[in-house]
């Protein structure tokens, strides 16, 4: 039903959605999950047509994700390292049927970025460099990490096609190659939306 309702644009609050995860995550969800309009919004303009595939860095338990699988025409994949996090994102896919959209449980620099041609970026290797709003000690946290993967994802979306899109949400924006253009900036300027030059 709560798909159902974002899908016919219904209003839903996140308190409310979030209610399908398990309660020791929920306490994270104002730092960690997108909120539902934030998704909504990102998902659709990632995503216009259905022939993009869409890449979630670091997708957690999926909110953004399954959201954006319904909201939009696009296909959805989320890549999370933290197997924990990737079950209960497949449980959902499961429990509410959803289509396009999958998750893949690896890490970041184990992902080659040319099957996508779109990406959602919301500040997944923060825990790195601030571990006390780590999500669990599922997996070692280091600040070099942090510089590690962002240099990755700068150097993978560099090296993508012109007009690919990037949407960055509460992102300090390394991992934002200089071939990327702000195309517009929505929810206070924390959600920015770039396009390959």
Request: charged residues 25%; glycine residues 6%; hydrophobic residues 40%.
């Amino acid at each position: 039903m709560l798909f159902k309702w974002i899908k016919a644009n219904k209003k839903i609050g996140d308190e409310e959605f979030d209610k399908i995860y398990p309660d020791a995550l929920r306490s994270k969800a104002d730092t960690h999950f997108t909120p539902i309009q934030v998704s909504k919004t990102a998902a659709r303009l990632l995503a216009p047509g259905p022939d993009v595939k869409v890449l979630d860095i670091g997708a957690g338990v999926g909110k953004f994700c399954t959201i954006g699988s319904v909201c939009s025409k696009g296909y959805f994949v989320g890549v999370e390292q933290r197997k924990g996090l990737c079950a209960i994102a497949r449980g959902v896919c499961e429990r509410y049927n959803l289509t396009n959209v999958e998750f893949i449980h690896a890490n970041i620099t184990d992902i080659p970025f040319e099957a996508y041609n779109a990406f959602y970026f919301f500040n997944p290797f923060m825990e790195n460099i601030c571990p006390r709003e780590k999500i669990n000690d599922e997996v070692e946290l280091r600040k070099e990490l942090f510089g590690e993967y962002s240099g990755y994802v700068r150097e993978q979306l560099a090296q993508l096609p012109k007009g690919t899109r990037l949407v960055t949400y509460y992102s300090y924006l390394r991992e934002v190659p200089p071939n990327y253009a702000l195309k517009r900036s929505l929810f206070d300027n924390n959600l920015k939306v770039w396009e390959k030059l």
